[in-house]
């Protein structure tokens, strides 16, 4: 079967930029950040290539949210003049490989011949501004946390579960019971993924960190590593902290070809999946594994004729230690092996909606550079809710093309169990299904929340008080698994409060 390579999609060229000003307030602004990355996937590609772009796809950035949309703006400053120029829907941790899923398929369907796909964050710069304006400490005005603080009150919110790094845990904690793990084991292996990410990090350029970390010291509380909510340290979770752009340009085989691109510096895009939890997180079947990640991974192996055998590179989505373990369980993916060609989100960086551009850069200067000839990106974003994953290779993959619709909701769906019904006033017997611990920048346990399952199956949410210390004590000590233990939900004026036995 013969393929035309006009509508075999590749890429030619990637960018990368970090922005460290001796004063951070000093630094460049999102859409500065993407023309630079731009500029050096331009540069990486021969030169010649942004003018002539008939797509701009830009990830959605949070940095200095008054100044979105940006693609059009984007545009003219390349001087492009695309027939599409359109922004990511949130800055969704999955939304670099859905952008990089559609440029392909408009080039399989022969829509478009260059396509360029983008983002950036300035966080960094953002946060300094903010507090400069408002006088108040920089820690104060990070603006993922300032944007989750602005949304309005509600039952959620009211037990502590706001941002992403309240959530995560929860998949964390049911996730090392589901797998019979102790604290311990499950601790080991974090250290273990997260070391290497460390090293990684350690010999890439344009990652973030260049400091090369031992497990036990990143699983470890101490003073420059303050826990964050029960497990999570600050050496576990996504570094937000940054200035970093990453772009890159997708073409035909044949408009590679005729622009005179070395054949042993393309790289052939595969076919991606997609799926998604539903957006409330109270509303998942469970949070020991997620449904949807395991039809995208699944459909993705089969499409591109993969497994864990023949892949040589993997980039496992990495905000939180409990998305790559979930992961590598899917795929069959060593400890062992490093889960990522970036660093991840703590050392490589974590520029919210944006990292995933970063990992498809360093995917395709690793298969150029001779590490391997397949690499796995798998992207998630939101609160373990979106799902994209994509095959990159030094050679065409099945399906190389054609379109594909990558949407597997149906079989994510079809796998997803019930979901228990979510009361919002009960008192009485209770079974813990998950929970966490959540800190203050000083390290002390500010309380907890219990996700918590009725006799008749329901699930609810119940307060661990601040000052129960011995309950918190027991929630993480380690000494007895707490996932599956019965206790009773209290009412208490208009909260809900989790009481058990802890003897």
Request: charged share 20%.
């Given at each position: 079967?013969?393929?035309?390579?006009?509508?075999?999609?590749?890429i030619?060229?990637v960018?990368?930029?970090?922005?460290?000003?001796?004063?951070?307030?000093?630094?460049?602004?999102?859409?500065?950040?993407?023309?630079a990355?731009?500029?050096?996937?331009?540069?990486?590609?021969?030169?010649?290539?942004?003018?002539d772009?008939?797509?701009?796809?830009?990830?959605?950035?949070i940095?200095f949210?008054?100044?979105?949309?940006?693609?059009?703006r984007l545009?003219?400053?390349?001087?492009a003049?695309?027939?599409?120029?359109?922004?990511?829907v949130?800055?969704n941790?999955?939304?670099?490989?859905?952008?990089?899923?559609?440029?392909?398929?408009r080039?399989?369907?022969?829509?478009?011949?260059?396509a360029?796909?983008?983002?950036?964050?300035?966080?960094?710069?953002a946060?300094?501004?903010?507090?400069?304006?408002?006088?108040?400490?920089?820690?104060?005005?990070?603006?993922?946390?300032?944007?989750?603080?602005?949304?309005?009150?509600?039952?959620?919110?009211?037990?502590?579960?706001s941002?992403?790094v309240?959530?995560y845990p929860?998949?964390?904690?049911?996730?090392?019971?589901?797998?019979?793990q102790?604290?311990?084991?499950?601790q080991?292996?974090t250290?273990?993924i997260?070391?290497?990410?460390?090293a990684?990090?350690?010999?890439?350029?344009a990652?973030?960190?260049h400091?090369?970390?031992?497990?036990?010291?990143i699983?470890?509380?101490g003073?420059?590593?303050?826990?964050?909510a029960f497990?999570?340290?600050?050496?576990?979770?996504?570094?937000?902290?940054?200035?970093?752009?990453?772009?890159f340009?997708?073409?035909?085989?044949a408009?590679?070809r005729?622009r005179?691109v070395?054949?042993?510096?393309?790289?052939?895009?595969?076919?991606?999946?997609?799926?998604?939890?539903p957006?409330?997180?109270?509303a998942?079947d469970?949070?020991?594994?997620?449904?949807?990640?395991?039809?995208?991974?699944?459909?993705?192996?089969?499409?591109n004729?993969?497994?864990a055998?023949?892949i040589?590179?993997?980039?496992?989505?990495?905000c939180?230690p409990?998305?790559?373990?979930?992961?590598?369980?899917?795929?069959?993916w060593?400890?062992?092996?490093a889960?990522?060609?970036?660093?991840?989100?703590?050392?490589?960086?974590g520029?919210?909606?944006n990292?995933?551009?970063?990992?498809?850069?360093?995917?395709?200067?690793?298969?150029?550079?001779g590490?391997?000839e397949?690499?796995?990106?798998?992207?998630n974003?939101?609160y373990?809710?979106?799902?994209?994953?994509?095959?990159?290779?030094t050679?065409?993959?099945?399906?190389?093309?054609?379109?594909?619709?990558?949407?597997?909701?149906?079989?994510?769906?079809?796998?997803?169990g019930?979901?228990?019904e979510?009361?919002?006033?009960?008192?009485?017997?209770?079974?813990?299904?998950?929970?966490?611990?959540f800190?203050?920048?000083?390290?002390?346990?500010?309380?907890?929340?219990?996700?918590?399952?009725?006799p008749?199956?329901?699930?609810?949410?119940?307060?661990?008080p601040?000052?129960?210390?011995?309950?918190?004590?027991?929630?993480?000590?380690?000494?007895?698994?707490?996932?599956?233990?019965?206790?009773?939900?209290?009412?208490?004026?208009?909260?809900?409060?989790w009481r058990?036995?802890?003897?």
């Amino acid at each position: 079967m013969s393929v035309d390579p006009e509508r075999v999609a590749v890429i030619v060229g990637v960018g990368q930029v970090n922005d460290r000003p001796r004063d951070p307030a000093d630094g460049l602004e999102p859409l500065a950040l993407m023309q630079a990355a731009l500029d050096e996937a331009d540069r990486d590609a021969g030169g010649g290539w942004l003018r002539d772009a008939d797509s701009v796809a830009v990830v959605q950035q949070i940095s200095f949210r008054r100044h979105n949309p940006l693609a059009d703006r984007l545009a003219a400053a390349i001087g492009a003049r695309p027939a599409l120029a359109y922004e990511s829907v949130g800055p969704n941790g999955d939304s670099p490989i859905l952008l990089l899923n559609e440029a392909a398929n408009r080039i399989a369907r022969g829509e478009g011949r260059i396509a360029l796909v983008v983002g950036a964050e300035a966080l960094r710069t953002a946060s300094q501004r903010a507090a400069a304006a408002a006088k108040t400490d920089v820690a104060a005005q990070n603006p993922l946390r300032t944007l989750t603080d602005a949304a309005k009150p509600g039952f959620r919110r009211q037990y502590g579960l706001s941002a992403p790094v309240d959530v995560y845990p929860l998949y964390e904690n049911a996730g090392r019971a589901a797998w019979g793990q102790t604290l311990e084991q499950a601790q080991r292996e974090t250290g273990e993924i997260w070391s290497r990410f460390s090293a990684i990090a350690a010999q890439t350029p344009a990652a973030w960190l260049h400091t090369r970390r031992r497990s036990e010291e990143i699983v470890t509380p101490g003073a420059d590593n303050r826990p964050i909510a029960f497990p999570y340290t600050k050496l576990t979770v996504a570094n937000s902290s940054v200035n970093q752009g990453a772009g890159f340009i997708v073409t035909s085989l044949a408009e590679a070809r005729r622009r005179g691109v070395a054949a042993a510096r393309i790289v052939y895009v595969g076919r991606g999946a997609a799926a998604h939890e539903p957006e409330d997180f109270l509303a998942r079947d469970r949070y020991d594994a997620s449904p949807s990640m395991t039809a995208c991974l699944g459909h993705v192996l089969e499409w591109n004729a993969v497994d864990a055998d023949t892949i040589d590179l993997v980039e496992l989505y990495s905000c939180f230690p409990c998305v790559p373990k979930m992961a590598r369980r899917v795929i069959g993916w060593p400890v062992e092996r490093a889960a990522t060609v970036f660093g991840g989100l703590t050392f490589g960086g974590g520029p919210i909606g944006n990292y995933m551009s970063h990992a498809v850069a360093e995917m395709v200067d690793a298969l150029r550079g001779g590490e391997g000839e397949t690499g796995l990106l798998y992207a998630n974003g939101g609160y373990a809710t979106h799902n994209h994953a994509i095959v990159l290779a030094t050679r065409p993959l099945p399906g190389a093309g054609a379109p594909n619709d990558f949407d597997v909701q149906a079989a994510a769906d079809a796998a997803r169990g019930p979901v228990p019904e979510l009361v919002k006033d009960y008192d009485g017997p209770a079974t813990i299904e998950t929970y966490t611990v959540f800190y203050a920048r000083n390290g002390a346990a500010t309380g907890g929340v219990i996700v918590a399952r009725t006799p008749a199956g329901q699930r609810t949410l119940a307060k661990v008080p601040g000052d129960d210390h011995d309950m918190i004590a027991w929630l993480t000590d380690g000494a007895v698994e707490p996932v599956g233990h019965p206790g009773h939900v209290a009412l208490v004026g208009e909260d809900m409060v989790w009481r058990c036995a802890v003897a």
